[in-house]
């Protein structure tokens, strides 16, 4: 019997639903939109002409011309949330007091900042991940919101990718299929500035590991109380170097680098673990 199937057919069917997210990058998602109902769909249609030339029959090789892209992403939110609800209404403004957030539409000229890129991501069956990135997605049906009895509330997401003027030779959406090999070795922290049991001058912490990371809870705290240092943390273009910066300067005093839950992009756990510097 003839069949398309190879030995390549196990590693390259996709797996499930997926979800929406606003980024992902280096096998890392983030800013997931929210839970889903029933999957989605991506179509992206071109529109293609072909020059009126007498004599010339339609549908000619090498004389196509794809004008433009509809890239388009439709899936249904089980999640009413903020992030979710903006989307859905091509932008707006929200504002929250008393724990109460107030969504407002907007209207007229939709303003730059409404639009923001939107990723499908989804497993495959190899262990890796399919994801489609459509560019300057935007909301294009509205919010219909539908509620049942003895049911939940959803509503249907449909976002359509836009071109950027600066690039308009450009389709606004991508497809990428990530076969991230397999991890050489297991995740480990390589090194963290300033040294385990060190003593001076402190303005930042920096850990590098060897892995990319994909989820992490570091956190700094001071030896005396154990109270929380705030501060910003930032991940370089690798995800594999983490820079703490304190939101004032670190005080004379010993501290502790917490290093909890590291989980690497190949859902590799490293075991918990601190070290302590002195400021002096």
């Known amino acids: 019997m003839l069949t ?15 979800l ?21 769909s991506f179509t992206a249609v071109p529109t293609i002409r072909q020059p009126e030339v007498d004599g010339l029959p339609d549908n000619t090789k090498d004389f196509k011309i794809i004008d433009f892209w509809v890239a388009t992403l439709t899936t249904t939110i089980f999640e009413a949330t903020e992030t979710s609800i903006k989307l859905a209404l091509a932008g707006g403004s929200a504002s929250t007091s008393a724990s109460v957030t107030t969504i407002t539409a907007t209207q007229g000229i939709i303003p730059t900042a409404s639009y923001a890129d939107l990723w499908w991501v989804g497993d495959t069956s190899d262990g ?3 994801a489609i990135k459509l560019s300057n997605a935007l909301g294009s049906n509205g919010f219909n919101f539908n ?17 950027s003027v600066d690039a308009l030779s450009t389709p606004p959406f991508t497809i990428y299929l990530d076969k991230t090999t397999s991890p050489t070795s297991a995740v480990a922290l390589s090194s ?7 003593t001076g001058a402190v303005a930042t912490v920096v850990l590098t590991f060897n892995n990319a990371i994909s989820t ?6 001071l030896a005396s109380d154990g109270s929380i240092i705030a501060g910003t943390k930032a991940w370089d273009s ?9 939101t004032t300067a670190f005080t004379a005093a010993k501290h502790y680098v917490n290093i909890v839950s590291v989980v690497d992009i190949y859902g590799q756990a490293l075991a918990n673990t601190i070290t302590d510097f002195t400021v002096a």
């Open 20 to 40: 929406v997210c606003t980024g992902f990058s280096n096998g890392v998602i983030s800013g997931i939109i929210g839970a889903t109902r029933g999957g989605g």
């Open 238 to 246: 690798t995800r594999k170097i983490l820079t703490f910066t304190p």
């Open 4 to 18: 398309g199937v190879t030995s390549n057919t196990k590693h390259n069917y996709q797996l499930g639903a997926g």
């Open 192 to 198: 963290i500035a300033p040294a385990d049991g060190s």
């Open 216 to 221: 992490e809870n570091v956190f700094i705290t």
């Open 147 to 163: 509620f049942v009895d003895r049911g939940e509330g959803t509503f249907e997401l449909q976002a359509i990718a836009h071109y």
């Open 128 to 130: 890796n991940k399919m």
